[in-house]
């Protein structure tokens, strides 16, 4: 890969808003890794030890099946770490949105809940940093066009929409697959996604991040790219919602998730999205062409990308109409 800044430490954040790396990196489709995040790393500990019992405990005890990870050799969790339900959904709403105001159940495992609500509000606040550098590259970039634009800052915090989400891959077995992703290329939905660095078992005892595993992007210059953190780090991408609502200056950064080919070895990892609010009219500040993302041709299939959009949507017709792509594409729903 061309050689591309982007990791930042948070203490260099603030000198410049926006910052080179956090522009060069998203614009390039790279994630963005803010380093020395403090408070993290113990929480982080904590998941680590929790995230592999999931496997251990009925489905009903975990949350819901969203519909969009029918995987068997996946376990994961899906809940809000701000409140219980996001507004208050007539039944029409449920009918209607049921992606959207889905009710959400924490694992019945002692701290998880504790630890992920902890990590999020540290998340959060980093989040806000970012997107301050988001919406002012935005602003300088359309100039006049801007007046339509609207802030990411102020979306991130007053949305109730941000989700929390552990993933565990049970342990893999040699296989003739081996080149295939055990989560194929697609877009997150949400404006923003995070996560923590991932871990890595075999056998269940923990060891380093293999060559080439977990979230791999591919760039804007079509080269991979494979996330490796520290634990102190926290990296960033941008999901199709901010695609439109800043124009494709920040496009979507389509991501696999790899675990080679290794016997036994399994990954846990953490992450949380943050979404606009349900009636957010997802419009960009001027017109743009959606379909103008020939990197990506070939590698994430259009019925999961941004095609799904139609000007006036709300972030529930949206987040709805997206995940009917995701079940016609993986599922043949
Ligand atoms: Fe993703």
Redesign the pocket.
Known sequence: MKNIANKVHISELLKYVPHPVVVESLTNKVPVVVQGVEGIASQRETLGKIIPKLQLIEQEEYGYHTGLLKNDNLVHTHVNPIIDQVAAPTPADLTQYPETYRKHCWPKLPGYREAVKDIHSKIERIALIVSKHLDQHVINTLKDGSHQYQSLEQMIKTSQMSTARSFYYRERRVSDDANKPSFNY?Y?RMNL?ACLKDFYYIKGNEVEQPEGAGLNYNTKSKELYNLRLDEGDIGFHVGMSYHILSAGIFPAQA?AVYLPNINGLSRASQAFFFSPSPLTLIVPPINIDINNMPEDDGVVPKHIGLINWQPNMKYTDWNEAIVQGFKKVFFNE
């Open positions: 697609h997150d996604s991501h």
